[in-house]
């Protein structure tokens, strides 16, 4: 008898590690609650799907410090085999720094390559010519308005035709409501915001539209540059933009989630989240009947155009050191699907790359989202070069001194370009 | 001279008993501090090609920190900010509450509870703490009181946001000051006091040629520690400011963090907390000179 039970319990015991033994642990990062809730359903999939354990490493949720936390842990050679960064921004950098498998080969040969928008499989190209991230979600921002409050003091709705129109209109606002016309973020607090929230939406309608050369160079001394800064600059000196809330720790909550449900700031450039979050049915200040309340313009062109800029959000990459890479890219590619992309859609707003999400049920209750992810179809985008991150952080310093008043926009430009050029290299920067 | 085998013998012990804390002292201490000196002289990154290819750059992240800025504002915050609280605010409020504390007064315990009471709050707390206390807006709890005073309320931290950190790291430092003063205090012997007042010296004069002469080892080790250890505040300025509004809380230590983890330039960043340990070597030595003793 006794025999038989210890004989039982080896089995047992044995059969327990050889199970442990083949198991094999993926480990994902993410960041912020709403990103994690996202993926549940993903997460349950793929461990059905391949046999495999999917371990969530939680990181801190501010895009920044999520950013050092990974970067620090890719450069130690210990990070997650999987892993999507804040902006389109940053891959080029993480590429060049070899942290980045390529998944060219397997994302054309995957059944939902062909479904994405154009813009999102052209901004998933790294300036070497091969893929490198899951261009899964796309962060499409537009100038949100307070329709009610221009109405109510007479001012036009209408699109405003070029920047000149639009910082007309901003006066107009600030003379006959008092309220501050427009926002644009700004300043070091906001981070990459600056730059990706901000500055290169009216740099793609500017005379220089693009800062990626030809040769992988940046080109950061273009006319379109000096003029983006002169929007800045008119703003903060004619007082149209709310300065003083730029400079602190959190910029964006006084003017976002304060001035702008109260009336106080009348427009602001904002992500397709803002009418589900920030000011809508999931927002803690949120603004009556909202979608009649607040309209929307795209950011006119400089001398006329209309752009929506679309940018990556939180596009994936697989760890170039994941011990088994083809694994991860199959994980990666579940990352991709419609369902993780509508999943993502409802808890964070952003929308869906693939254009196969229209026909999602799903979907198709976010009704905020909808007509966004139709106008992603004519989106025009930045091309990708390694310094960008660099670039951002640059436009953030340059930003900041206007809103300190203590530069114009030539000085703005040759703080960037002074920046860039400090940390990049002269030979890096045109 | 020949050493007796009991001397080996006692050495060999001696150096067993210390290897741990050598050991652990090499691992956590020295290595880090040699390791950053290395990094200083390359263009070492988190990300980008240098991440993946380091290279040497020799002098030219200390060549780029002479036309720096960023950096000699940096090193002129870092200069009011342990003037303003190291030296001034937690020495000057320290001495006096340690002065006060030797006389019998009523709620004597009670004070010195509340003036260690910060020291009990971790600093990143306390410093959410504060930033309720001196954010914007009427709800603030001192833009109440200076309204209940007929005065406009303001974003403390935006309007005034050096004076701020050296008020906060004040608060947080006086208990230190207090317990090292009063130590120094109670070394003076009470015949000297009794003797200098039967003599007919005033308190003023008491305090002017007995105490302040009699505790300056006392103080001056106060200035070492205080100096250095307010160099290196991070996690109080970081919660209320992050270096901002526009650089002008940007301490050393949120300089270096930033240049490091912020734009990714490790060995830069590298370079300026090298020059961080010196400059605290260099105080470090200057006051043990002025101490003239043996640390």
């Excluded at chain 2, 301490?251 to 010196?278: D, H, K, M, R």
């Amino acid at each position: 008898m006794n025999k038989t039970v210890l004989v039982g319990l080896c089995a047992v015991t044995l059969s327990a590690f050889a199970t442990l033994a083949q198991a094999e642990t993926i480990r994902i990062a993410n960041h912020g609650q709403a990103g994690i809730n996202a993926m549940k359903s993903t997460v349950a999939r793929i461990e059905k799907k391949y046999g495999v354990t999917v371990e969530v490493v939680e990181y801190p949720s501010p895009d920044k410090d999520y950013m050092t936390k990974l970067l620090t842990e890719l450069g130690a050679g210990n990070a997650p085999d999987i892993f999507s960064a804040p902006t389109t921004a940053y891959v080029a950098d993480m590429v060049a720094a070899g942290y980045l498998a390529p998944i060219g080969a397997e994302f054309k040969a995957w059944d939902g390559y062909a479904s994405f928008y154009d813009v999102a499989k052209q901004l998933a190209v790294s300036p070497d010519g091969e893929t490198y991230v899951m261009p899964f979600m796309l962060g499409i921002q537009e100038i949100y308005f307070r329709r009610d409050v221009l109405e109510k003091a007479g001012i036009s709705t209408e699109q405003p035709k070029d920047w000149s129109d639009l910082l007309k209109r901003a006066a107009e606002i600030k003379e006959k409501t008092g309220a501050y016309g427009l926002l644009f973020p700004a300043g070091v607090s906001w981070g990459t915001g600056a730059f990706d929230e901000g500055f290169q939406h009216l740099l793609v309608g500017s005379k220089t539209p693009q800062l990626a050369t030809e040769d992988g160079k940046l080109d950061l001394t273009g006319e379109g540059v000096k003029d983006v800064f002169g929007v800045y600059k008119e703003l903060i000196d004619k007082d149209l933009m709310p300065t003083q809330p730029l400079l602190g720790p959190e910029p964006w909550v006084i003017p976002k989630y304060q001035m702008f449900p109260e009336g106080k700031l009348a427009a602001t450039t904002c992500g397709s989240w803002c009418y589900i979050f920030d000011w809508g049915r999931e927002s803690k200040n949120p603004i009556p009947d909202v979608e009649k309340a607040v309209g929307t313009w795209t950011i006119p062109g400089q001398a006329g155009g209309q752009y929506v800029l679309a940018n990556l959000a939180a596009p994936w990459g697989v760890n170039a050191k994941a011990e088994n890479l083809e694994l991860a890219k199959k994980v990666l590619m579940e990352i991709g699907s419609v369902e993780t992309q509508v999943s993502y859609a409802a808890e964070i707003g952003n929308i869906p790359a693939s254009k196969a999400a229209a026909q999602d049920q799903a979907f198709q209750k976010l009704t905020e989202l909808v007509p966004i992810h139709a106008a992603a179809e004519n989106g025009v985008y930045l091309k990708q070069a390694a310094g960008f991150a660099t670039v951002a952080e640059g436009v953030a310093r340059a930003t900041e001194a206007l809103l300190r008043k203590e530069t114009d926009a030539a000085g703005a430009q040759t703080i960037l370009v002074d920046y860039a050029r400090e940390i990049l290299g002269d030979d890096a920067v045109k | 001279m020949v050493r007796s085998t009991y001397e080996k013998r006692v050495a060999r012990q001696l150096l067993l008993i210390l290897s741990p804390s050598l050991l652990l002292l090499i691992a956590f201490v020295i290595y880090p501090a040699v390791y950053s000196v290395y990094l200083s002289f390359t263009n070492e990154a988190l990300t980008g090609a240098a991440a993946l290819n380091p290279r040497f750059v020799g002098l030219r992240n200390y060549s780029r920190l002479l036309h720096d800025a960023k950096f000699w504002n940096s090193l002129l915050v870092t200069f009011l900010f342990v003037v303003g609280s190291a030296i001034i605010g937690q020495f000057v409020l320290g001495l006096i509450s340690a002065i006060l504390l030797r006389r019998n007064l009523a709620f004597k315990q009670l004070f010195s509870s509340i003036i260690l009471l910060p020291n009990a709050a971790p600093e990143v707390v306390a410093g959410f703490m504060w930033i309720s206390m001196l954010a914007g807006g009427e709800n603030a709890t001192l833009s109440r009181i200076v309204m209940f005073f007929g005065m406009t309320p303001t974003d403390w931290l935006q309007t005034f946001p050096l004076t701020m950190i050296i008020v906060v790291n004040t608060w947080r430092g006086i208990a230190t000051a207090m317990i090292l003063l009063t130590a120094g205090l109670s070394t003076i012997p009470k015949e000297v006091f009794e003797a200098a007042r039967m003599d007919g010296a005033n308190p003023s004069q008491i305090f002017r040629r007995i105490t302040l002469p009699l505790m300056m080892p006392t103080i001056l080790l106060y200035m070492l520690i205080s100096a250095v250890s307010t160099i290196a505040v991070f996690g109080l300025v970081y919660a209320l400011t992050r270096g901002g509004p526009g650089g002008a809380t940007e301490v050393i230590s949120i300089y270096i963090y930033n240049q490091s983890f912020t734009a990714f330039q490790l060995g830069y960043g590298a370079a300026v907390a090298v020059v961080a340990l010196v400059i605290s070597l260099v105080l470090g030595i200057a006051y043990v000179r002025a101490m003239k003793v043996q640390v």
